[in-house]
């Protein structure tokens, strides 16, 4: 019993019986962000270390618990670098501690945007504390990565269909199809909405700020490489 023989792959360049269309799709997409992320750095200064090291440590304390009452709508939470610096006298025989700086960075991610204002400022509000952020971020398991990937993909069928119906033919088969890359950055209008704040100095607290999320922008971007029915020219 022979076996019949296997139907050979298309060749890798066009020919008159079998001709090649390559075209490019393209898909952009304006999302609403997953996640909204604030940093947070605190700062302690003394003229002794073990001072110096317990006020920092009493501020952290201070905005973990700020931060985990949140609840759920805290996605993440992590804590960066701890630095506690002697800063010598400029003059004067020998080194002398003058005083110590202490820092120590948090990351926050909330999924919730709701109470995002009153976190932000109730967090600027205390005593030698920065905030930066928001940024609006989106999971990188989004489904709006994988629906920009298909919109391209149809983009791409729909040119090279284009490209057929323009020589009075028609497409037979998919040669190749190749991921060019996918991006997503916030929306230009809005990019500017991320700022800093500085502790603030009434004794009233201060209102809620209204953050509006920023709008995501997706693009992405595929190759893709047609047979085409012989068309009569």
Do not use: I
């Amino acid at each position: 019993m022979t076996t019949p023989p296997a139907a050979e792959p298309p060749p890798p360049y066009g020919t008159p019986a079998a001709p090649h269309v390559t075209v490019r799709g393209e898909a952009h997409l304006d999302t609403d962000p997953d996640l909204a992320r604030v940093a947070v750095t605190l700062t302690a200064r003394g003229r002794d270390r073990r001072t110096t090291l317990d006020d920092l440590t009493h501020r952290n304390t201070t905005v973990l618990d700020l931060l985990k009452s949140c609840g759920d709508a805290l996605e993440r939470l992590e804590t960066g670098a701890l630095t506690v610096t002697p800063e010598l006298t400029p003059r004067g025989r020998g080194e002398r501690v003058r005083t110590h700086h202490g820092t120590v960075h948090l990351t926050a991610d909330l999924n919730d945007f709701t109470a995002l204002g009153e976190l932000t400022t109730r967090l600027a509000d205390l005593d030698l504390t920065r905030v930066d952020g928001p940024w609006w971020l989106l999971r990188p398991d989004s489904p709006a990565h994988r629906l920009a990937r298909q919109q391209a993909v149809r983009d791409a069928v729909q040119r090279a269909r284009e490209y057929a119906e323009a020589l009075g033919t028609s497409l037979d088969a998919l040669v190749e199809l190749g991921d060019t890359g996918t991006d997503h950055h916030p929306h230009p209008e809005t990019r500017a909405r991320s700022m800093a704040f500085a502790a603030a100095t009434e004794d009233a607290p201060p209102p809620p700020l209204d953050l509006e999320p920023q709008r995501q922008r997706l693009y992405a971007e595929v190759t893709a490489r047609f047979t085409l029915r012989p068309p009569r020219l």
